[in-house]
Protein backbone atom coordinates (compact mmCIF):
# COMPACT_ATOMS: atom_id res chain seq x y z
CA UNK A 1 0.00 0.00 0.00
CA UNK A 2 1.12 3.56 -0.81
CA UNK A 3 0.04 6.72 1.04
CA UNK A 4 0.64 10.33 -0.98
CA UNK A 5 0.74 13.59 0.36
CA UNK A 6 1.05 16.58 -2.13
CA UNK A 7 2.58 19.59 -1.00
CA UNK A 8 4.21 23.03 -2.81
CA UNK A 9 0.32 24.78 -3.99
CA UNK A 10 -0.48 28.09 -3.71
CA UNK A 11 -1.30 31.48 -5.74
CA UNK A 12 0.79 32.98 -8.19
CA UNK A 13 0.77 35.44 -11.32
CA UNK A 14 0.57 34.26 -14.85
CA UNK A 15 3.73 33.77 -16.05
CA UNK A 16 5.44 32.66 -12.84
CA UNK A 17 6.38 29.17 -11.43
CA UNK A 18 5.26 26.63 -8.69
CA UNK A 19 6.88 23.55 -7.75
CA UNK A 20 4.47 20.63 -6.46
CA UNK A 21 6.25 17.92 -4.93
CA UNK A 22 4.11 14.64 -3.39
CA UNK A 23 5.86 12.33 -0.65
CA UNK A 24 5.00 8.81 -0.55
CA UNK A 25 4.92 6.29 2.25
CA UNK A 26 6.05 2.48 1.81
CA UNK A 27 8.95 0.85 1.07
CA UNK A 28 7.40 -0.08 -2.68
CA UNK A 29 7.79 3.11 -3.91
CA UNK A 30 10.04 2.49 -6.97
CA UNK A 31 7.81 -0.48 -8.22
CA UNK A 32 4.75 2.03 -9.17
CA UNK A 33 4.35 4.53 -11.88
CA UNK A 34 3.42 8.08 -10.25
CA UNK A 35 1.15 10.48 -12.47
CA UNK A 36 0.14 14.12 -11.38
CA UNK A 37 -3.60 14.55 -12.03
CA UNK A 38 -5.89 18.01 -11.95
CA UNK A 39 -9.23 19.21 -11.35
CA UNK A 40 -10.96 22.75 -11.70
CA UNK A 41 -14.22 23.22 -10.67
CA UNK A 42 -17.03 21.87 -12.12
CA UNK A 43 -15.19 19.49 -14.63
CA UNK A 44 -13.56 16.07 -14.27
CA UNK A 45 -10.36 15.11 -12.75
CA UNK A 46 -7.86 14.84 -16.26
CA UNK A 47 -4.28 13.79 -16.75
CA UNK A 48 -1.19 15.87 -16.37
CA UNK A 49 1.61 14.14 -16.54
CA UNK A 50 3.17 11.06 -15.66
CA UNK A 51 6.30 9.25 -14.57
CA UNK A 52 7.83 5.46 -15.28
CA UNK A 53 9.07 3.46 -12.35
CA UNK A 54 12.64 4.22 -13.34
CA UNK A 55 11.65 7.88 -14.37
CA UNK A 56 12.96 6.61 -17.59
CA UNK A 57 9.50 7.71 -19.43
CA UNK A 58 7.45 10.47 -19.65
CA UNK A 59 4.24 11.51 -20.61
CA UNK A 60 2.48 14.80 -20.74
CA UNK A 61 -0.67 15.96 -21.67
CA UNK A 62 -0.95 18.82 -24.81
CA UNK A 63 -2.06 21.21 -22.49
CA UNK A 64 0.94 21.42 -20.32
CA UNK A 65 3.77 19.67 -22.95
CA UNK A 66 6.86 22.33 -22.92
CA UNK A 67 5.65 24.22 -19.35
CA UNK A 68 5.74 21.33 -16.76
CA UNK A 69 7.97 18.82 -16.20
CA UNK A 70 7.57 15.62 -13.68
CA UNK A 71 10.56 13.63 -12.35
CA UNK A 72 11.34 11.28 -9.34
CA UNK A 73 13.44 10.41 -6.58
CA UNK A 74 12.88 6.74 -5.31
CA UNK A 75 16.20 7.37 -2.67
CA UNK A 76 13.61 9.49 -1.28
CA UNK A 77 10.39 8.36 -2.12
CA UNK A 78 9.08 11.26 -4.04
CA UNK A 79 8.01 12.43 -7.65
CA UNK A 80 7.43 15.96 -8.45
CA UNK A 81 5.87 18.49 -10.77
CA UNK A 82 8.00 21.84 -11.81
CA UNK A 83 5.46 24.15 -13.16
CA UNK A 84 6.52 27.08 -16.15
CA UNK A 85 4.49 29.86 -17.25
CA UNK A 86 1.60 29.35 -16.04
CA UNK A 87 -1.45 30.42 -17.09
CA UNK A 88 -4.95 31.37 -15.44
CA UNK A 89 -6.62 27.76 -17.09
CA UNK A 90 -4.05 25.82 -15.02
CA UNK A 91 -5.78 27.02 -11.76
CA UNK A 92 -6.92 23.71 -10.61
CA UNK A 93 -6.61 20.69 -7.64
CA UNK A 94 -3.34 18.63 -8.28
CA UNK A 95 -3.52 15.07 -7.30
CA UNK A 96 -0.55 13.07 -6.81
CA UNK A 97 -1.38 8.67 -7.97
CA UNK A 98 0.28 5.73 -8.45
CA UNK A 99 -0.10 2.96 -10.10
CA UNK A 100 1.79 -0.53 -11.25
CA UNK A 101 0.98 0.41 -14.70
CA UNK A 102 2.68 3.65 -16.73
CA UNK A 103 0.22 2.93 -19.58
CA UNK A 104 -2.91 3.14 -17.18
CA UNK A 105 -2.07 6.06 -15.64
CA UNK A 106 -1.41 8.01 -18.69
CA UNK A 107 -4.84 6.70 -20.50
CA UNK A 108 -7.31 6.61 -17.24
CA UNK A 109 -7.83 3.28 -16.92
CA UNK A 110 -9.23 1.82 -13.52
CA UNK A 111 -8.82 4.70 -11.47
CA UNK A 112 -10.37 3.68 -9.14
CA UNK A 113 -7.21 1.20 -8.40
CA UNK A 114 -4.79 4.11 -8.05
CA UNK A 115 -3.32 5.44 -4.72
CA UNK A 116 -4.09 8.89 -4.61
CA UNK A 117 -3.02 12.07 -2.52
CA UNK A 118 -5.65 14.25 -0.84
CA UNK A 119 -4.60 17.40 -3.25
CA UNK A 120 -3.20 20.65 -3.26
CA UNK A 121 -4.74 23.82 -4.81
CA UNK A 122 -2.85 25.92 -7.30
CA UNK A 123 -4.24 28.73 -8.13
CA UNK A 124 -3.09 31.41 -11.26
CA UNK A 125 -4.36 34.71 -11.22
CA UNK A 126 -4.40 36.63 -14.38
Known amino acids: QVQLVESGGGLVQAGGSLRLSCAAS????????MGWFRQAPGKEREFVAAISWNGGRTYYADSVKGRFTISRDNAKNTVALQMDSLKPEDTAVYYCAADVSYPALILGDNREHYYWGQGTQVTVSA
Open 26 to 33: GRTFNTYA
